[in-house]
């Protein structure tokens, strides 16, 4: 079988991810489930042979040297595919994502109306987070999509390696790959002023130097999003307080305030069609939480998600709680996804009453100078 075919066989079966292991047969990946193609068990020869169909020697060459290649594959009429090569026990293997020719649509997608007005957003950073697989390329995407339909502008993104193909609609869209049409994402922020970006979109935050980057872009005026692995907004919270020292700290609670607009958190769960559909759980920066950001208080601003203290916020007990009441999802793959089964449990048996109310949190101490090391090339 081909690699064009193995594309093929993807998208008509909607499959997220393609497994080429030598010792194995070819495995497709639906609705989070692991099928074997065929019982055919590949050799390592046959392996190369199917990257070859659409790997460069430059290409193989990197993997030799580096051991590791991600790349994009887009397929005329069928989509775009993310591959990445490794070797495991000395030989070649390959686990390739599926990535629509279509962007979908909010809707389609089952998320939550505000993302819709968090995507017309004119300025501010918004996180975007979650576990690898569980959709928030796809969200982002559906966002930046919705934006792009709407709203004049110049929209650029920087990814690595590029996934979802926009087309121009309303605004101008301009996509960069990084080691394709950028040497690094450090250069490309450094310049991306000088390229009248009204939106920016950050593949993922990874390093200080990124986030310092998003920060500053965010407080000069533009709409920044981003990626960011962690598994909830107070975990996404405390993984960008790790990028900084202890004296940069209060400053960076500061400019968190000012510029952070919302973490959007999200996780796919069983539906009981067998499809996948999103938790999500929403932190807007704004009344309590603001207060709690501005004081570098994770641990409560997880509290006033689930005491309900911010009405716009919510939690991902909320969010399962909300599937489980339109019966989109079984009780127990909602036990399962959540992060508290306590809380979920108190929702269910509470009719979605809040856990527990608590005093609000006393006023942020006053502002300092902003700790923000980043230039911005005008």
């Known amino acids: 079988m081909t690699l064009e075919r193995l594309f093929q066989l993807m998208a008509e079966k909607n499959a997220s991810d393609l497994f080429v292991s030598a010792g194995s047969p070819i495995t497709v990946k639906i609705n989070g489930v692991c099928v074997p193609i065929n019982q055919e068990r590949l050799q390592q020869q046959a392996v190369v042979a199917l990257l070859t169909e659409r790997l460069s020697d430059a290409q193989f060459r990197e993997l030799e040297r580096n051991r590791e290649l991600n790349v994009g594959l887009p397929v005329q009429g069928v989509g775009s595919f993310r591959l990445s090569a490794f ?30 007005d968090l995507a017309m957003e004119r300025r501010g950073l918004i996180l975007v987070v979650g576990a690898a697989g569980s959709g928030k390329s796809t969200t982002i995407a559906s966002m930046l999509d919705h934006r792009n339909e709407l709203a004049t502008g110049h929209i650029l993104t920087f990814e690595d390696p590029i996934e979802f193909l926009f087309r121009n609609k309303k605004s101008i869209v301009n996509q960069r790959e990084i080691g394709a049409d950028t040497h690094t994402l450090e250069h490309a922020l450094k310049n991306a002023m000088r390229q009248a970006p009204d939106v920016l979109f950050i ?38 307080i790790s990028f900084y020292p202890t004296e940069s700290r209060f400053a960076l609670f500061q400019d968190m305030a000012v510029a952070l607009r919302a ?30 950001i501005a004081r570098g208080d994770v641990p409560a601003i997880k509290e006033s998600m689930e005491q309900s203290l911010d009405p716009e916020s919510r939690s991902f007990e909320q969010s399962l709680y909300e599937l489980l009441q339109k019966d989109t999802i079984t009780r127990e793959d909602a036990l399962a996804a959540a992060d508290s089964k306590n809380n979920l449990l108190w929702l269910i048996n509470n009719a979605g009453k809040p856990v527990v109310k608590r005093d609000a949190a006393a006023k942020p101490a006053p502002d300092a ?10």
């Open 87 to 116: 070797l495991q026990r000395g030989s070649v293997s390959a686990v390739i994502r599926y990535i629509p020719h279509e962007i979908p649509r909010m809707e389609e997608l089952m998320l939550p109306e505000v993302l819709k």
């Open 203 to 240: 593949g993922e935050i990874r390093d200080r130097d990124t986030m310092t980057a998003a920060l500053a872009y965010a407080m000069s005026g533009h709409m920044v999003v981003a990626t960011l692995h962690a598994t909830n907004s107070a975990h996404a919270l405390n993984r960008v």
């Open 263 to 292: 973490v959007v958190s999200q996780r796919l769960v069983r539906s009981r069609q067998g499809r996948r559909v999103p938790a999500v759980e929403i932190l807007m920066n704004g009344g309590h939480a603001n207060e709690l």
């Open 369 to 378: 100078s902003s700790f923000s090391e980043f230039t911005l090339n005008i």
